[in-house]
């Protein structure tokens, strides 16, 4: 069978990529740019807003993954485009093409639509799979690290000189990308009530999250170093981030947006949300995948 996949390049869909290898599946994923063949995966050039290369991409798979979003954008429509049109495009092509199971990578910001121009652009997101009467399912994944991860790499970096500083105190949840990998793929292989039209909210499964310290010292740990982790303030990290957005542009971590959903106190998953155990459950231990993470930066340089 063959397993279609948007955003297969990046982060999450190289992870997925490479759990589709151990098992043998046959995949076809879009790319805009060129990429060096591997075995059992077919490259469709093109993007989400390319309706002749959606159709090729949907054509003959037996379930599309749709993993690729914007998560950095100068403006609400430009988190619109991404996340909202894109997924439509997506989806239209699922139908046509008669595809027989759709999985869509959301987000927990989506939880919270009122609080960025990013969650907001999830949530619309979900609205266009939920209607779109494909046998579909969404995944909402917490912050999600492991190797290759560029965006908590921000953390590590800063633990290696002692100094964590983190959003004010609040809690949320974690999932190692490996783990990841493994549910998108068993919930596009997935059928019956326990996949279809659902929605997960997913996590490493530490009941009630990490408080925002915790984690800084977890990070700390992963890199051999005991760390202080300051709590700062909500003003504070959002002139920090506009601070980041005139001296990086577009290549800023912490951008005005991200800052706005950051300060929320709540992103654990929601155990009534969450994957019954029999279909899926987190195998990594969280401490033990920082410290593989933290090794996979050093030996990159990373760090």
């Not at 740019?33 to 075995?39: C, G, H, L, M, V």
């Not at 949300?273 to 899926?280: G, I």
Request: charged content about 25%; aromatic content about 6%; overall charge negative.
């Amino acid at each position: 069978m063959t397993i279609a996949i948007t955003g297969a390049t990046g982060f999450v869909g190289q992870a997925v990529l490479d759990e589709a290898g151990r098992r043998g599946l046959e995949v076809k994923a879009l790319t805009r740019r060129e990429q060096k063949a591997r075995e059992g995966v077919e490259w469709v050039s093109g993007d989400l807003h390319d309706s002749t290369a959606l159709s090729t991409l949907a054509s003959g798979s037996k379930a599309l993954l749709h993993i690729a979003g914007v998560v950095n954008a100068p403006d609400r429509a430009g988190f619109e485009h991404g996340n909202v049109t894109g997924t439509a495009n997506v989806v239209s092509a699922a139908r046509t093409a008669e595809t027989e199971r759709f999985v869509c990578v959301s987000s927990l910001s989506a939880r919270e639509p009122g609080l960025s121009d990013y969650g907001l652009s999830k949530r619309m997101a979900e609205e266009k799979v939920e209607v779109s009467g494909l046998d579909w399912t969404i995944i909402r994944p917490p912050a999600i690290y492991g190797p290759r991860d560029t965006e908590i790499l921000e953390l590590f970096r800063a633990a290696k000189w002692g100094v964590v500083p983190m959003p004010p105190e609040g809690r949320a949840s974690l999932i190692h990308v490996d783990d990841l990998a493994r549910l998108l793929l068993d919930s596009a292989l997935g059928t019956g009530r326990d996949w279809s039209q659902r929605i997960f909210e997913v996590d490493d499964a530490r009941k009630g999250g990490w408080a925002h310290s915790e984690l800084a010292r977890a990070i700390g740990e992963a890199m051999g170093r005991n760390v202080f982790a300051p709590a700062v303030p909500a003003g504070l990290l959002k002139a920090a981030a506009q601070l980041d957005r005139m001296l990086r542009g577009e290549k800023a971590k912490l951008t005005p947006d991200r800052a706005s959903y950051m300060v929320h106190p709540d992103w654990v998953s929601d155990p009534e949300k969450a994957v019954p155990e029999a279909l899926w459950s987190a195998r990594i231990d969280t401490r033990e995948g920082l410290r593989e993470t933290a090794r996979w930066y050093a030996e990159q340089g990373w760090l």
